[in-house]
């Protein structure tokens, strides 16, 4: 029998893009700015939010997660009409941390409880620290990233586990 995508798949990450704040300005005095998330050969896109440098997105993208040691790379771009959509910076983000705090089972903890926090390093594209919390009986990350490759600009994401009945699971 060979092997199917549910036997390697561990679970989905559902990616709340939450929103902008103080991104680049590409156009003449804004921006139109939509987020790309990509994670090995997946790619995701959020809908495009025009004249606004701080965009509230609020949309889920979900990705199937094999290999806990991928890395996100999330990518901001102003969309534009004519041309090629500008980029406006980028950063990546470790999953890893999040799927450990999983690995750990954990079960009626109070809502809010911080279960760890990942700390801002040259390593990553964090703009603070990055707290996995306990929420309404699931675990969450909370992601502030600073974008690189340009001037100015920080996106807010939050992680989200969804356990696949059928799947490999973690």
């Known amino acids: 029998m060979k092997p199917s995508m549910m036997d390697s798949l561990l679970g989905l990450l559902r990616i709340r893009v939450k929103r902008g704040v103080n991104l680049a ?13 990509k994670m090995g050969k997946q790619k995701l896109k959020t809908r495009v939010i025009y004249n606004d440098v701080n965009p509230e997105w609020n949309e889920d993208l979900t990705l199937s997660v094999t290999d806990p040691n991928l ?3 999330l990518t901001v771009y102003d969309h534009d009409t004519f041309t090629k959509d500008d980029k406006m910076g980028d950063a990546e983000f470790e999953i890893k941390p999040y799927i ?3 690995t750990m089972h954990l ?5 809010g409880t911080i279960v760890t926090t990942v700390q801002p390093s040259r390593d990553n594209c964090l703009a603070e620290g990055s707290r996995i919390i306990w929420s309404d009986g699931k675990l969450v990350q909370d992601i502030v990233l600073r974008l690189k490759h340009v001037e100015c600009g ?6 989200q586990w969804i356990d696949l009945p059928g799947s490999k699971g973690l």
Request: aromatic residues 4%; glycine residues 0%; negative net charge.
């Open 25 to 37: 300005v590409r156009d003449l005095n804004s921006s139109d700015p939509y987020v790309v998330v």
């Open 71 to 73: 890395k996100v790379l």
């Open 107 to 111: 079960q009626d903890l109070p809502c």
């Open 100 to 102: 450990n705090a999983l």
């Open 154 to 159: 920080e996106v807010e994401v939050q992680l």
